[in-house]
């Protein structure tokens, strides 16, 4: 394929633990093609500066070290990142920094990347950065995109790449349904393997299947099966304590016979004492190396759109999903999403839609709305059914009476529209097929980057209009498209905006950094809070979850220098800096909104 416009075919899973299933080898390719049309940076500039060091690290120090981890993991296995940074695609991203950077390139970088082979050496590697004090940071794949990728938080630090070497399916197990992972098995790759294998199982993935399954359970990411809630879902843990020791979490903690794994590490979360699986979720205290997930045995399904004329039918929208919710007469977690994405998720660029500066007119996504399938609207709202046919007529009739209510509502299956419409990919997603469909958000502006808001609102339509006004004022303010995508549960939404920026454009990424920092401040000042964020926020989002003057913070601040003493294991990451880090001018708060210096400045080689 490479013949149509002289690229490379992209990297299969058959050559590469990250690459795309051959199922999708042509998709990715076009996908590629598509975006890389509108790119005007080059792949790569040469660097301004040298190797980052890590803080506190002299040249000399860093080499001594360096060639010391070469020999615990030979040469092949440690890498010195002084090359040119090369930002690539989703199918071939950096571990060197971060892909979607929103401040200088090669602020948010790495001093050097290593791909321990087995948990035996990753205790190595933390053993050495305890030995040299230098800061290590673990990626599964790095595919947190729009959470800070691959970067460290700490310019310098050395990122444990996992998922290189550690990708194997461990387990697969028919009848308790569940899986065993290492870190670098994405949902495209356990997906496969299921296929492979033939079993009646699904997997449970998000709306891109590129990213680490442990790594994207660790940070609370979420699916659409009715098994998406990532975190409740896992069952049992291996983790790499920042002293080397190794620990194993639920029932796994208890040694099987003859020197086996536990037969119910992957049958009974909680097991007995403590429930400590949660402080090495969104945290810094332990690098997980084995994490089982609970499967949900194949169903069928049926998926379909609703579309709301007004924009003002939020409120009754978001009241009538919760009891349906609640009553879990709806399926799994539901989006409802803006107008303005049906254009997005076309793929095509906002120079079609919008002449000009500043963002889309509601004008403007009326009028291009005309020519899409489901017409001129302002709201639509993908569910989906599960069960035998007669179970997901009658969950449908209940759905469909609820939300009738509102005037103007339409109702589509995926026979009612186009292959080309997205409702097909959602209806595989929310099967738990892992693809690609969603890349086509970044087609919007060139050089395109996208960066996650995510706070959580109450599911109760006045709430969720009081967020929704406050995150659309932001977006006005600072000239930015709003993109929301609703993820509704019975209680609770986890309003996601994706903001998306022009890499290039120095002045759209301080705006996106403003953006953010001011919609988490007012955001919090309301009581709404995020459930995950990027690296450069995380200082800011941690402490605006201030109860009792800082009480949690003060906790996990404990148990950080209780179990990471020299401060080498992901310093900041999720807000939370070890001691030796702490009061030294490497926090970001609200007001940090130009970031070119990262922390105290090592000094360049
Ligand atoms: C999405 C959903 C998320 C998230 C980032 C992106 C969906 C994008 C519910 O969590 O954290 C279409």
Same mark, same amino acid.
């Given at each position: 394929m490479a013949e149509h416009n002289g690229l490379a075919p992209v990297p299969s899973l058959d050559e590469l633990h990250s690459g795309a299933p051959n199922r999708l080898a042509r998709e990715a390719w076009e996908a590629r093609s598509r975006l890389f049309s509108h790119r005007s940076l080059p792949i790569s500039s040469p660097r301004h500066h040298g190797i980052r060091l890590p803080p506190d690290t002299s040249l000399e120090k860093f080499e001594e070290?360096?060639?010391? /981890? +070469?020999?615990?993991?030979?040469?092949?296995?440690? $890498?010195?990142?002084? $090359?040119?940074?090369?930002? !690539?695609?989703? /199918?071939? *991203?950096?571990?060197? *920094?971060?892909? @979607?950077?929103?401040?200088? +390139?090669?602020?948010?970088?790495?001093?050097?990347?290593?791909?321990?082979g087995s948990t035996e050496e990753v205790q190595q590697v933390v053993r050495w950065a305890n030995q040299y004090e230098i800061p290590i940071y673990p990626i599964s794949?790095?595919?947190?995109?729009?959470? !800070? !990728?691959?970067?460290p938080r700490v310019p310098g630090s050395v990122v444990l790449d996992l998922g290189r070497r550690m990708h194997q399916v461990l387990s697969l197990d028919a009848q308790n349904a569940s899986c065993v992972v290492e870190p670098g098995v994405t949902y495209? $790759?356990?997906?496969e393997e299921v296929q492979r294998r033939g079993l009646p199982l699904w997997i449970d993935t998000p709306d891109l299947g590129g990213g680490s399954v442990l790594g994207n359970a660790i940070d609370r990411g979420v699916g659409y099966t009715p098994y998406g809630d990532h975190w409740a879902n896992h069952c049992g843990m291996e983790v790499v304590l920042p002293n080397g020791e190794l620990l194993r979490t639920g029932m796994g903690a208890m040694p099987g016979p003859d020197g086996a794994d536990n037969p119910t590490w992957q049958s009974f979360q909680h097991a007995f004492g403590p429930s400590v699986d949660?402080?090495?979720?969104?945290?810094? @205290?332990?690098?997980?190396?084995?994490?089982?997930?609970?499967?949900?045995?194949?169903?069928?399904s049926q998926s379909y759109v609703f579309t709301f004329p007004e924009d003002d039918d939020f409120e009754n929208i978001v009241d009538i999903i919760r009891p349906l919710a609640q009553q879990r007469i709806l399926g799994n977690i539901p989006q409802l999403r803006h107008a303005i994405q049906e254009l997005n998720i076309t793929g095509r660029p906002k120079s079609d839609f919008h002449t000009g500066p500043g963002p889309l007119t509601r004008e403007d996504v009326t009028a291009a709305s005309k020519n899409l399938p489901l017409g001129p609207c302002a709201w639509v709202f993908y569910g989906t059914q599960y069960g035998p046919p007669e179970s997901?007529?009658?969950?449908?009739?209940?759905?469909?009476?609820?939300?009738?209510?509102?005037? !103007?509502?339409?109702?589509?299956l995926p026979e009612d529209l186009p292959p080309s419409h997205y409702l097909h990919d959602r209806a595989k997603v929310c099967m738990g097929i892992p /693809? /690609?469909? %969603?890349l086509d958000w970044l087609n919007w502006v060139p050089n395109c980057a996208h960066l996650f808001f995510s706070p959580i609102a109450p599911t109760r339509g006045r709430d969720a209009r009081i967020i929704h006004d406050i995150i659309t004022a932001a977006h006005k303010r600072h000239g930015f498209d709003l993109f929301p995508t609703l993820c509704v549960a019975g209680r609770e939404i986890h309003y996601i905006a994706n903001v998306l920026y022009d890499r290039s454009d120095a002045d759209a990424k301080r705006r996106a950094v403003k953006l953010m920092r001011e919609m988490i401040a007012e955001c919090a000042a309301h009581g709404f809070g995020e459930y995950r964020t990027h690296l450069l926020f995380a200082d800011q989002v941690a402490r605006t979850y201030s109860w009792g003057d800082q009480a949690l913070m003060r906790f996990n601040e404990s148990l950080k220098d209780a179990l990471d003493p020299n401060g080498i294991l992901a310093p900041g990451r999720n807000g939370i800096w070890p001691k030796?880090?702490?009061?030294?001018?490497? %926090?970001?708060?609200?007001?940090?909104?130009?970031?070119d210096k990262i922390g105290p400045r090592t000094a360049y080689p």
């Open positions: 070290a360096i060639t010391a /981890l +070469q020999g615990k993991l030979g040469n092949e296995n440690v $890498k010195v990142n002084d $090359k040119a940074l090369v930002d !690539g695609w989703y /199918l071939e *991203h950096p571990n060197t *920094h971060d892909a @979607f950077h929103l401040v200088d +390139q090669e602020e948010l970088v790495c001093s050097a990347v290593v791909f321990p794949i790095g595919r947190n995109l729009g959470y !800070g !990728g691959a970067a495209f $790759k356990l997906y949660g402080i090495f979720s969104q945290s810094n @205290f332990g690098i997980v190396t084995k994490m089982g997930f609970h499967l949900m045995p194949a169903a069928e997901i007529k009658a969950q449908l009739d209940v759905v469909k009476a609820a939300f009738s209510r509102i005037p !103007g509502s339409c109702f589509f /693809l /690609l469909r %969603e030796r880090f702490r009061g030294r001018g490497w %926090e970001l708060g609200a007001g940090d909104i130009d970031m």
